[in-house]
């Protein structure tokens, strides 16, 4: 094996790969934009402020995951553990408030958290995500869903199930706490070290653990539902006649919190069915997102509504092969070129511009290989045409046109109609 690798937990996304990656990529990116929601990217790096004081001291990222380092010039940066709260940053700094209101924004990029890799849990994962800003009405969040849930019925995953619920604003926590506090005391020494801490720190985020997520004393908790106040209740209300109107379907899962502190009322999970968790084990969530309200501020910046999703690139791609999609066969190689003698190579490479220019696509053949060994590469490439150019074409201005896909027949045409000939069928 090689000495030098990528890093643990990261992975090169190779040329075989990337059909399925261009598939997701293409038809998120279609999705957004017909939700009307624009690019917006960000550095890889941010302050790492911007991150420690939003997702709170108990979270997974800043407690354990987050890749802080000191730059040259001593600043403390972090590589992005996720996109919300460097969205939220750009969006305080270029005063996008001032703009007509929500606006609308897509990524899609790598991000880092020092996380245990295993399958579909890794160090540098790839997200895409929606942020809608500034709009605290329920059609907010029910927009952000039906934009995830269409995704996924476009990529052909339409299995996935949802579920949602709403974890109120901190008013209804603070109550929600004390009842949830009161419930799990007497069970506490059967639960994990993780959440025995928690108790102490953050009740709320033990329904969130995993290592405890069987237990009997969290699958009797109190539904957080029942301590709504009658705000959020009527807001969660709204989201669920609005997917219903907008015929998503979803499940209502009152166990799900959300890993991060900025989270308010409407919070969401995408999962492949229960029976296939077998092989995600743990990495079963998809795509996760929720309402934050509370961001912003936290941030230095006016109050402001949020709403919005994260999905794991990775995972959709695991899900895309579990069930043998395949993405849709990329544009084949049209023509090869194949360039001889001395004159041949100058006469090639200008054909290969006006056959691209007319859209096609041209691979360079390789002067100075025999026509036989070209001709092979030709055929292994796939391409339809080979297009031969030697020194007594160059002088005539033509081109033997090698038509590979029907039993090699060739023909001499022009070079100025090359184009016209190759892209006729
Ligand atoms: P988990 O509970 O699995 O750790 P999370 O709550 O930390 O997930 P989010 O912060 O909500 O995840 O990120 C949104 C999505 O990004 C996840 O649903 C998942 O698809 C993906 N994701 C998160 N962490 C990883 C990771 N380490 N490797 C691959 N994908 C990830
Ligand atoms: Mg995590």
């Not at 379907?249 to 919190?257: F, K």
Request: hydrophobic share 35%.
């Amino acid at each position: 094996m090689a000495d030098l690798q990528a890093p643990r937990g990261m992975s090169d996304v190779l040329p075989e790969d990337e059909p399925l990656w261009r598939f997701v990529r293409d038809t998120a990116e279609r999705v957004a934009r017909s939700f009307d929601y624009r690019l917006i990217n960000t550095p890889i790096v941010e302050d790492v402020r911007v991150f420690s004081r939003t997702s709170g001291d108990e979270s997974d990222i800043v407690s354990k995951e987050m890749y802080v380092f000191e730059d040259r010039g001593g600043g403390e940066l972090a590589l992005r553990p996720e996109g919300t709260a460097a969205v939220c940053r750009a969006y305080i700094e270029h005063g996008m408030g001032s703009r007509p209101q929500p606006v609308r924004l897509y990524y899609f990029g790598p991000m880092f958290r020092y996380d245990r890799p295993q399958a579909g849990r890794y160090r540098q994962l790839w997200q895409f995500g929606v942020e809608c800003i500034g709009d605290p009405s329920p059609a907010a969040d029910a927009e952000i869903i039906e934009l995830q849930y269409t995704l996924f019925r476009e990529l052909g995953l339409d299995d996935l199930t949802l579920s949602i619920n709403s974890i109120g604003t901190a008013e209804t926590r603070r109550t929600y706490v004390d009842v949830l506090r009161r419930h799990l005391e007497p069970h506490l020494e059967g639960l994990s070290q993780d959440s025995q801490r928690r108790f102490g720190t953050n009740v709320l985020r033990i329904l969130d653990s995993k290592e405890d997520a069987g237990h009997p004393a969290l699958q009797s908790a109190p539904s957080i539902l029942d301590y709504l106040t009658d705000e959020d209740a009527q807001h969660f209300e709204a989201v669920r006649s609005l997917l219903d109107a907008s015929g998503v379907p979803y499940e209502v899962a009152p166990r799900i919190v959300r890993g991060l502190d900025y989270y308010a009322r409407t919070v969401w999970e995408f999962e492949p069915p229960a029976a296939e968790g077998s092989d995600s084990g743990q990495q079963g969530t998809v795509s996760a997102g929720g309402r934050y309200d509370g961001l912003m501020e936290l941030l230095g910046g006016p109050p402001t509504p949020g709403t919005g999703t994260a999905m794991g690139v990775e995972r959709t791609v695991l899900n895309l092969r579990a069930r043998g999609i395949e993405a849709p066969s990329a544009a084949p190689v049209d023509v090869v070129t194949i360039p001889l003698g001395g004159q041949g190579p100058a006469a090639a490479l200008r054909l290969a511009q006006s056959l691209r220019a007319a859209g096609l696509t041209v691979r360079a053949g390789i002067p100075g290989r025999s026509l036989r060994a070209q001709l092979r590469g030709a055929d292994a490439a796939g391409a339809r045409y080979a297009a031969i150019l030697g020194d007594d074409e160059a002088a005539r201005g033509v081109v033997q046109l090698k038509h590979l896909a029907r039993d090699g027949e060739q023909r001499e045409v022009a070079v100025g109609d090359a184009a016209g000939v190759v892209g006729s069928e």
